[in-house]
């Protein structure tokens, strides 16, 4: 788990300190970015001022009648400067895009490693569609200030400084006064033209963005529904007032932008006007040479382009930390339920819950009242009951979405407080309803429960979930590539690849929530029987959710579930031969 401090909201020193923190890899080749940068625009500097001074001091030998000096060492000069500045802008590019692309990579690892430690609690109370906004657009926003803003800003700083000293010692100390009279203004003033107004819509930018993200996603991803209910035009107008809000929000830092520009643009024209202004007097006393006061006046030209680099830095830095703020946010949330440190025993496990209370957040009644019930090891235990009886919720539990408010959830008779999630992973598995599925293989999907297995042993797998002659009617095979989120296979067959993962993982507590709700009766019999042997073969212990009751004869245990409460439990011969027992209704409704 990470140990970076968490910056107090709203710092944005300790803000930055955290982005550094995070970012530290990338300081060395940023740090060598701006160097290059640096010495690339002072030879810039020098090409310009030494071809205005070579200029200058032909036409005034001319004009007095006198011959031209050889050109070959100014030409010369100028092609060694020209040389050494595409190798330094070589080199800015190279260790700039070192930044980026490393930079990019450590924000996003840090973000996954926080959604990892609070996983999978946090599926229940993050929006996708905001994550993937903070993922993408908020973490490009940060690399874009750390390899394309960082180094023009340094050398916005360190170039004036340089070239002012030279101006000063050729020509006269007010000369280089002039300039630097006007850059500072350039350097000082510009960037904070608009600052709150571009911060404050920095943020609203930001936050008006990741609600249109969200609404594109869910769009999207409920597209069959929106189209098949006849809501496309209704979310094409909710898509154009959020990019209205989002037009509106950028308005006002845009508007900055724009002033920003102008005066700088201003700054540019009016540095070589008040350094030749200067001059005048020293040219004529004869203290400096016309062709010096050109080069000068030159090389303030070419320090306006450099000052440039600062002009959008309030906009930058605004933007860079508003999305930090946000990817913060996420990044260092305090874990919703604090992982233990206790290992799960070897051997079978059982699961257990004890006197379980459970409300979801905002909801005005209990999921779950009093609830106790026990899976044995190596057993088959079904959870039925109707739909909101609280059978979902008491599986969650048992791979702790969440904690309950009331009594305990045990597996292998350790606390789920108090297990070490890693230990917990490697041995609990669940196969959920709409299981996920990747734009991958078939066999990759497959393999993702256990990098290194073999093509046999996902077949393997696969067999058993009676998955396998699916696959191989596929046009490639188990190199067939999946469509996003499985969609171009059944729900049959996503719910089968997903089934043959987790048996891929070899867990010994396997979690089954409506596993075959997608199958007809007669897959739906293969599937049920090959797990059932798997499982006795390897004594793992099944935890299944389920409605259809045809089946339930094959399981050893049943927990029946009504508003909250057991209302009853045991073999299910026992329980079915209990006539008007709860299990015997259900039953008797699917009949």
């Not at 910056?7 to 740090?31: K, Y």
Request: net charge positive; hydrophobic share 50%.
């Amino acid at each position: 788990m990470s140990t970076t401090p968490s910056p107090r909201p709203g710092g944005r020193r300790a803000l930055a300190g955290w982005l550094l923190s995070v970012t530290r890899p990338v300081l060395p080749p940023l740090l060598g970015s701006a160097a290059c940068r640096v010495a690339d625009q002072l030879a810039g500097v020098a090409l310009l001022a030494l071809a205005a001074h070579a200029v200058v001091d032909a036409a005034l030998r001319l004009a007095a009648g006198g011959t031209v000096p050889p050109l070959g060492p100014v030409v010369g000069a100028m092609a060694a400067l020209s040389l050494l500045k595409a190798a330094l802008r070589y080199g800015e590019q190279l260790l700039g895009h070192t930044v980026a692309f490393t930079s990019l990579e450590l924000l996003r690892a840090e973000l996954f490693r926080s959604l990892a430690r609070r996983a999978p609690r946090v599926l229940t109370t993050a929006r996708s569609g905001d994550l993937l906004a903070r993922a993408t657009k908020d973490v490009d926003r940060i690399e874009v200030f750390f390899a394309h803003t960082f180094a023009p800003v340094v050398s916005a700083l360190l170039v004036p400084l340089a070239v002012l000293a030279a101006i000063g010692g050729a020509t006269t100390w007010p000369v280089a006064a002039a300039g630097a009279a006007v850059l500072a203004v350039a350097v000082g003033c510009v960037p904070l033209l608009g600052r709150r107004m571009t911060a404050v819509g920095a943020r609203r930018v930001l936050a008006a963005r990741a609600e249109l993200t969200q609404h594109v996603t869910d769009s999207v991803q409920g597209l069959a529904e929106v189209v098949g209910y006849g809501r496309g035009a209704e979310r094409l107008e909710r898509t154009r007032l959020h990019d209205d809000d989002l037009a509106a929000a950028g308005r006002p830092p845009a508007a900055a932008g724009a002033l920003r520009r102008g005066a700088g643009q201003l700054l540019v024209l009016a540095g070589p006007i008040a350094v030749v202004a200067a001059g005048a007097g020293p040219v004529g006393a004869g203290v400096v040479s016309p062709a010096a006061l050109a080069a000068a006046a030159a090389a303030v030209l070419r320090l306006g382009e450099v000052t440039r680099g600062v002009e959008e830095l309030a906009g930058s830095l605004s933007a860079a930390l508003a999305a930090a703020a946000r990817v913060h946010a996420v990044a260092c949330a305090p874990v919703e339920m604090a992982d233990g440190a206790v290992i799960l025993p070897p051997g079978r496990l059982a699961v257990s819950w004890e006197e379980v209370d459970y409300t979801y957040p905002e909801a005005s009644r209990a999921s779950l009242r009093g609830v106790s019930a026990r899976a044995e090891a190596g057993g088959w235990t079904c959870l039925v009951g109707a739909s909101g009886s609280g059978k979902t919720t008491l599986a969650r539990l048992a791979l702790r979405f969440d904690d309950p408010a009331r009594g305990r959830v045990r597996v292998g008779g350790v606390d789920l407080r108090d297990l070490e999630a890693e230990s917990m992973r490697d041995r609990v598995a669940l196969v959920a309803q709409e299981a996920h599925l990747f734009r991958m293989s078939v066999a990759d999907n497959v393999r993702l429960a256990r990098p290194c297995a073999t093509r046999e042993q996902v077949e393997a797998a696969c067999r058993i979930a009676a998955v396998h002659e699916d696959v191989e009617a596929m046009p490639a095979g188990y190199d067939t590539v999946l469509g996003e989120r499985g969609a171009t296979v059944s729900g049959g067959q996503r719910q089968r690849i997903a089934l043959a993962r987790a048996l891929l993982a070899l867990p010994d507590v396997l979690v089954l929530d409506e596993f075959t709700s997608h199958l007809d009766p007669a897959v739906d019999a293969r599937v049920r029987d090959g797990v059932r042997h798997w499982a006795d073969r390897n004594e793992v212990t099944v935890v299944e959710i389920t409605h259809r009751l045809h089946r339930i004869e094959q399981a050893d245990h049943v927990v029946v579930l009504d508003a909250g409460r057991v209302v009853q439990s045991g073999p299910p011969g026992e329980l079915l031969a209990q006539a008007e027992g709860p299990l015997a209704r259900l039953r008797a409704r699917q009949e």
